[in-house]
């Protein structure tokens, strides 16, 4: 097995672990929202739902861009395979900040309500 069949295994590997990241935590988000939907109502249950549909995704998008840059830099790039690559983790980076805004409700450099700033000066 040559490195470049070896590298487009494993780029198609972790492809899959994506798809399989979003499918299942999309299946999981949706059942603990119909089962919390049933005993504490929709309105209640569908902020968390939101939530951790959200994170099931950002995850998979994470191991698809992994994907990406494995099949493209592993292998001798062209300009052409590095601008598409470009392309690809640039649309990527901005439906995974839209949807951390959309489910955490703050951009992603700002801190987490609760968290402790570090102190000026240290």
Same mark, same amino acid.
């Given at each position: 097995m040559?490195?470049?069949?070896?590298?487009e295994?494993?780029?198609?590997?972790?492809?899959?672990?994506?798809?399989?990241?979003?499918?299942?935590?999309?299946?999981?988000a949706?059942?603990?929202?119909?089962?919390?939907?049933?005993?504490?109502?929709?309105?209640?249950?569908?902020?968390?739902y939101?939530?951790?549909?959200?994170? $099931? #995704?950002? @995850?998979?998008?994470? =191991? +698809?861009?992994?994907?990406d840059? !494995?099949? /493209?830099? *592993?292998?001798? &790039?062209?300009?052409?395979?590095?601008?598409?690559?470009? $392309? #690809?983790? @640039?649309?990527?980076? =901005? +439906?995974?900040?839209?949807?951390? !805004?959309? /489910?955490? *409700?703050?951009? &992603?450099?700002?801190p987490?309500?609760?968290?402790?700033?570090?102190?000026?000066?240290?």
């Open positions: 040559s490195l470049d069949e070896v590298v295994a494993v780029g198609k590997a972790v492809d899959v672990a994506g798809i399989v990241i979003i499918v299942v935590g999309a299946a999981a949706s059942l603990l929202f119909l089962d919390r939907a049933r005993r504490e109502g929709v309105s209640t249950a569908y902020p968390t939101r939530r951790s549909l959200g994170r $099931a #995704i950002l @995850l998979g998008l994470e =191991f +698809l861009v992994a994907a840059i !494995v099949r /493209t830099v *592993a292998i001798t &790039p062209t300009f052409s395979d590095v601008g598409v690559l470009g $392309a #690809i983790v @640039l649309i990527r980076t =901005f +439906l995974s900040i839209s949807l951390q !805004v959309e /489910t955490e *409700a703050r951009w &992603p450099w700002q987490r309500e609760g968290m402790q700033t570090p102190a000026a000066g240290i």
